[in-house]
């Protein structure tokens, strides 16, 4: 039989290697398995560790390490975030079992060479941190405001007839996909849990509108104006206001523009004054009063220029200074005159105050046959007239006063007529409109000491006749009860009730031509 002969280095190899695995101090303590010293997951010494200790370390160094605080930055612009607003978290729990196996898995010279390693050196295992990449993404989005720097658009201003460019500015947008894997790229490429930068990938956003587009609008496409001559200081501020609010959009292709979004809030500190609107069928003091004078004007100047409208309301009750079914209200968030350019270019509005008339006009490049026109026919399908309403106050008895005007109902319809060379093309209905009816309201006065002239205050407002209530208002302010004196005593004077001044209401023009609301 052929005897084999051990080298003695393999010899004392194999000597020292079975002495040291076979060592309980090194492979068990207390029954548990333990990881030998100087092996480190990432920053973590978890030399001496249990499995389950090793785990805890791991989980408390991410709990701490979502506290610590990343810049991210774009250009010169930043925002500081907790690593756990990131979704930093540990997924990879086959490292610590790595971390065990270190000279205790492999054959022997394998497990040999561990043992001599970690004499001369700690064993580091690498970690990897991961991120939620939808967290990342909601984030970037949420933060969008803070990080990018808008573009200033290319612009025009009207000066003396005639256009000048006004050039824009480049702005910067994050990519918000990229970044999502530059900041993953980072957090796992051995960041070590401690307050950090990351710069995040973005793109130039250039200004809209270049000059050679731009110049094209030249043309007047429809302009339209109106009048409010009868209307008091705080109305005509209001207009005035709102129209310098609108006066130089640029309205790019495919773009909405919405005149209560550019013109509201309708609050004082937005320079707006209280006047005449319309509330559930009534005239109240509201701020902004008047505005819709602007909207109606607008939308007249652009129906003619034949953008797209997408929202219109009438007002609740007739106005005065356009025809029925040509009126656009603005009444808070629930009526608004909206409108999209449906041009290949940009539209340009001007508002134009001139005396107390307002217009507008929309510029942009005429691509319509200059022998076609358009126009809008406004036509009363009915009315309904309100008559009178009397209503009793607890004003002095013979005081009769007019709070506020009829307002007659219309239905009404917008008829868009298109004709080339002069001869009706098309007749098309554009809208409909149901303006309510309001009634003439007359308050009456009844309060008086003797109840006998209260009540025959009453019973003339209950006839409903004017000429009644006039008539026994003159002789209750004159302290005489009609109808209760057959000798025709009079009621000492120092007991008459003395007629009070009667304010004078407003003419019915005025009232009209109120706005804003309903």
Not at 175 to 198: H, L, Q, Y
Not at 202 to 229: F, N, Q
Request: overall charge negative; hydrophobic content about 35%; some cysteine.
């Amino acid at each position: 039989m052929k005897k084999y002969r051990m080298i003695p280095a393999l010899a004392g190899f194999a000597a020292a290697t079975c002495l040291w695995f076979a060592s309980p101090a090194v492979l068990k303590a207390e029954g548990a398995e333990r990881i030998a010293e100087r092996v480190y997951i990432g920053t973590i010494d978890v030399g001496g560790m249990t499995e389950e200790e090793a785990s805890a370390a791991v989980d408390d160094y991410v709990k701490k390490a979502g506290d610590a605080v990343i810049s991210l930055s774009v250009g010169d612009k930043s925002i500081d975030v907790q690593a756990s607003e990131l979704g930093v978290h540990f997924t990879n729990r086959n490292v610590i079992r790595q971390a065990l196996d270190v000279g205790r898995s492999g054959n022997l010279i394998k497990r040999y060479k561990d043992k001599k390693d970690l004499e001369h050196g700690d064993k580091v295992l690498r970690m990897v941190l991961e991120v939620d990449r939808q967290a990342v993404a909601s984030l970037l989005r949420e933060k969008a405001e803070e990080l990018n720097q808008e573009a200033v658009d290319n612009g025009l201003v009207r000066e003396n007839g005639s256009f000048r460019f006004i050039e824009g500015e480049q702005g910067i947008e994050v990519n918000t996909a990229t970044s999502v894997e530059v900041v993953r790229d980072f957090i796992s490429d051995g960041w070590d849990g401690t307050p950090a930068s990351v710069e995040l990938a973005a793109e130039i956003v250039e200004p809209r509108g270049a000059k050679e587009e731009l110049s094209k609008i030249e043309d007047v496409l429809g302009t339209y104006r109106t009048t409010y001559g009868d209307s008091g200081r705080n109305r005509c501020t209001n207009i005035e206001v709102a129209a310098g609010k609108i006066n130089g959009t640029l309205l790019y292709p495919g773009e909405e523009f919405s005149v209560y979004e550019t013109i509201g809030p309708l609050v004082a500190s937005n320079g707006y004054e209280l006047a005449g609107a319309y509330e559930n069928g009534q005239t109240v003091e509201s701020y902004g009063g008047g505005v819709c004078q602007i909207s109606t004007t607008l939308y007249n100047a652009v129906i003619l220029a034949e953008l797209e409208i997408t929202e219109r309301s009438n007002h609740s009750m007739i106005v005065n200074y356009v025809k029925p079914s040509m009126d656009a209200a603005i009444a808070g968030d629930y009526k608004d005159l909206k409108f999209v350019n449906n041009k290949d270019i940009p539209v340009y509005i001007e508002a134009s105050i001139e005396g107390k008339s307002v217009s507008f006009s929309i510029f942009g490049e005429e691509t319509r046959p200059s022998n076609r026109k358009v126009a809008y026919e406004s036509e009363v399908v009915s009315e309904q007239h309100p008559g009178t309403q009397f209503v009793a106050t607890g004003d002095p008895a013979g005081y009769v006063g007019v709070s506020q005007g009829a307002h007659t109902g219309y239905v009404a319809r917008l008829w868009k007529i298109v004709t080339v060379d002069g001869a009706e093309e098309s007749r098309e209905i554009f809208n409909k409109s149901t303006y309510r009816a309001s009634p003439r309201i007359v308050r009456v006065g009844t309060a008086s000491a003797d109840p006998n002239i209260s009540a025959a205050m009453g019973a003339a407002i209950a006839s409903g006749d004017e000429a009644t209530i006039r008539a026994t208002a003159a002789s209750c302010a004159a302290g005489v009860v009609p109808g209760a004196n057959p000798e025709g005593e009079q009621v000492p004077q120092d007991q008459a009730v003395p007629p009070p001044e009667q304010p004078q209401s407003p003419p019915p023009e005025e009232q009209a031509v109120i706005g804003t609301g309903e």
